[in-house]
C-alpha cells in the first residue's frame, strides 16, 4: 500500500509550500530593511536636530570654582545656565570639608549653556572656615569659634553708638578665611554708646598730619607723631591712629598718629604725571605695589593738561599704576 501523501489527507508536498515560503521570507526582509531604514534615519535626524539645538546655545566663559564652597559654586553656575556634577571626594588639608578641590573643564575655558562642570569635593583636614561673628555676644561668639575649632584671640573694647554692649563690632581674620584648626580670632567689642560731651576723633586715615594737629589745637589736644618706614603713599599722610576713628578722646589722652616718612630733599622720590590735554574733567587715581602689597597714594580732580607732583617714600621696587576715571592709563616703576 502506498503511504505518499496526497491532496485528500490534507498535507502538501515540499514542492508546493517552497514558493510560498520564500514569498513569505522576501517579505519579512524587506519590513525589517524597511524598519531598520526608518530608524536609522531617525536617529540620523535626532542626532542632527540634537547638535543644532545644542549649537544654538550661547557659550560662556567657565567661573573659577576651585576653593570655592558647593553652596556659593552652585550660585555661581546656575547664574551662568551651567550645572555642577560632583566627580569624587578626597582629603586635602588645605581645604575646609565641602570645598571644590579640583574642577573640570577648566576655569576661563569657553563652552555652552547647559554644560556639567565636573567637580571634586574636599573632605577636609585641619583647615576651616573663619565663621561669621560680627553682631553677636561675646559669649555667643566664642561659641561658635569652638565648634569650627577656633580660639578667641585678643579682645579689645571700644565705644560703639550702633552696637550694644558686648557685642562684637569687628573681628580678624574676618568671616571666609580660610585658617587652620586652632587658630585665634580677634574681636573688637562694643562697650556701649560713647559718654556724652567728649569730642569724638574724625577718621585722619590718608589726610596730613597737619590736619590732625589743626583739628587737635581745636579742642587743646596734643598729637603725637612717628614715621613709618615700611609705609607707602604721599609723604606726611595718616597711616594709622590711636584712638579710631568714632572714638571718643577722653580728658588728659594723646592723638598718635603713624604717618608715611616725610621726604626732604635729599631722600624720597617725586612722582610726576601730566594728565592728557586731550581730556576733560577725570578723577585721577594712583595704586602702588611693591613687596608689601598695594595701596592707594593719590586721589584728586583734575582737569586736562595739568601735572601732578607726588612725594613718595620708596625702600623696594614699586609700581605705580594711574587710572583716569578708573581705566587704566599708565605704569610707572621707582626704584629705591
Do not use: C
Request: net charge negative; charged share 20%; hydrophobic share 40%.
Amino acid at each position: 500500500m502506498s503511504t505518499e501523501p496526497n491532496e485528500q489527507d490534507g498535507v502538501q508536498s515540499p514542492a508546493e509550500k517552497t514558493p510560498f515560503h520564500h514569498h513569505l521570507k522576501k517579505t519579512w526582509v524587506l519590513a525589517l530593511l524597511t524598519l531598520a531604514a526608518v530608524g536609522a534615519l531617525s536617529i540620523f535626524f535626532i542626532n542632527k536636530a540634537m547638535v543644532t539645538i545644542l549649537h544654538s546655545r550661547p557659550e560662556v566663559t567657565v567661573p573659577a570654582l576651585e576653593g570655592k564652597g558647593l553652596t556659593q559654586a552652585l550660585e555661581i553656575v546656575s547664574k551662568l545656565q551651567l550645572s555642577l556634577t560632583q566627580d569624587g571626594m578626597e582629603f586635602d588639608e588645605t581645604l575646609p570639608a565641602g570645598t571644590i578641590v579640583r574642577q573640570q573643564p577648566p576655569s576661563g575655558m569657553q563652552v555652552r549653556t547647559g554644560r556639567a562642570i565636573r567637580v571634586v569635593v574636599s573632605k577636609g583636614g585641619q583647615a576651616v572656615y573663619v565663621p561669621d561673628v560680627n553682631g553677636k555676644r561675646l559669649a555667643e561668639a566664642q561659641s561658635i569659634l569652638a565648634v569650627e575649632g577656633l580660639q578667641l584671640g585678643a579682645l579689645a573694647e571700644v565705644y560703639s553708638a550702633d552696637f550694644d554692649n558686648k557685642v562684637v563690632i569687628s573681628q580678624d581674620p574676618s568671616s571666609g578665611t580660610v585658617v587652620t584648626r586652632g587658630a585665634l580670632v580677634d574681636v573688637e567689642v562694643s562697650k556701649g554708646a560713647p559718654p556724652a560731651g567728649l569730642p569724638l576723633l574724625p577718621d585722619f586715615m590718608g589726610k596730613s598730619q597737619q590736619d590732625v594737629h589743626e583739628w587737635a589745637q581745636g579742642i587743646k589736644a596734643r598729637v603725637r607723631v612717628k614715621e613709618d618706614a615700611k609705609s607707602v603713599g604721599v609723604a606726611g599722610t595718616v597711616v594709622k591712629q590711636n584712638p579710631a576713628p568714632g572714638q571718643p578722646l577722653l580728658e588728659g589722652q594723646t592723638i598718635d598718629v603713624t604717618i608715611v616718612p616725610v621726604v626732604t630733599s635729599n631722600q624720597g622720590y617725586r612722582l610726576n604725571y601730566q594728565i592728557p590735554n586731550d581730556v576733560g574733567p577725570v578723577t585721577v587715581r594712583m595704586m602702588a605695589r611693591d613687596n608689601r602689597g598695594e595701596s592707594q597714594v593719590y586721589k584728586g580732580e583734575h582737569e586736562g593738561g595739568q601735572t601732578i607732583e607726588i612725594p613718595m617714600s620708596v625702600n623696594s621696587t614699586t609700581r605705580v599704576r594711574i587710572y583716569l576715571n578708573d581705566v587704566l592709563k599708565d605704569e610707572k616703576v621707582i626704584e629705591p
